[in-house]
């Protein structure tokens, strides 16, 4: 079926260090893979997106890592900073006659000062 | 990207009644979305607004509960019909843009 798995669900971490969610899909066509920050109270905002004919995307602090093979993706946040704390997404797109995106569970992410 | 407008943006209704959301964006869009986000949770996907025929829902979900309409590229309403306190969430719409998938603001709604 239709599933995104995200791991961990909640992440610490020092103003400084480094975070990595990880993510995995179940639909072998999925193509499109995004991310999401969600601040208390706000929209989710796209942060990050990565397309299956590429392994890395990186934007400034954060990268993107996807390996089709294993059919899991990662996101990486480097010199992270309080404003980092937030809930992240992982989504994935699944065909089968239209489009639609598929949300893993989230991950709170508190960066510590 | 397309400025997502929802209204209303919160709503504290009687348990029975109905509401209907309406999101408006700024430009026209082909594919439009509905989700819902129980508290602390992630987003589930309601049903994929078409315009000019019936909506497309996930499993789990209704017609019945959940009507949807979509007049034009711009515009679409969800109805939360019959409300239970378990409706109790925040729905929001979501268009397919240039550069990617993006939210609206989100309507809060509480069912007592």
């Known amino acids: 079926g239709e599933n995104v798995e995200q791991h ?9 260090d480094s975070a990595v969610i ?14 999401y920050k969600q601040e ?20 400034q602090r954060i990268a993107v890592t996807l390996n089709k093979t294993a059919k899991h993706f990662s ?13 992240y997404f992982c ?13 893993g569970a989230g991950t709170r992410l508190a960066v510590h000062p | 990207s397309a400025v997502i407008s929802q209204k209303p943006s919160r709503d504290i ?24 986000q129980q508290p602390g949770q992630s987003l589930t996907l309601i049903a994929t607004a078409n315009q000019g025929s019936e909506a497309t829902y996930e499993s789990g979900f209704v017609i019945d509960k959940f009507p949807i309409s979509r007049p034009n590229l711009t515009f679409s309403t969800l109805t939360v019909s019959n409300m239970s306190p378990e409706d109790s969430s925040i729905y929001l719409c ?5 550069g ?3 939210f609206g603001p989100g309507t809060r709604l509480t069912v007592l």
């Open chain 1, 91 to 103: 989504a994935a797109i699944f065909s089968g006659g239209y489009n639609k995106l598929i949300f």
């Open chain 1, 8 to 16: 961990p669900s909640t992440l610490s971490v020092q103003e400084g």
């Open chain 2, 100 to 102: 990617g998938q993006f």
């Open chain 1, 22 to 35: 990880k993510c995995t899909y179940s639909d072998s066509a999925s193509n499109y893979f995004p991310w």
């Open chain 1, 40 to 59: 208390l109270g706000k929209r989710p905002q796209l942060i990050i997106d990565i397309r299956s004919n590429v392994g890395e995307k990186k934007d």
């Open chain 2, 94 to 98: 979501s268009v397919v843009g240039a």
């Open chain 2, 13 to 36: 209704c009687q348990r029975g009644t109905s509401l209907t959301i309406q999101c408006q964006v700024d430009s026209q869009v082909t594919m439009m979305f509905w989700y819902r």
């Open chain 1, 75 to 87: 996101l990486h946040i480097t010199e992270t900073q309080p404003e980092d704390s937030a809930v």
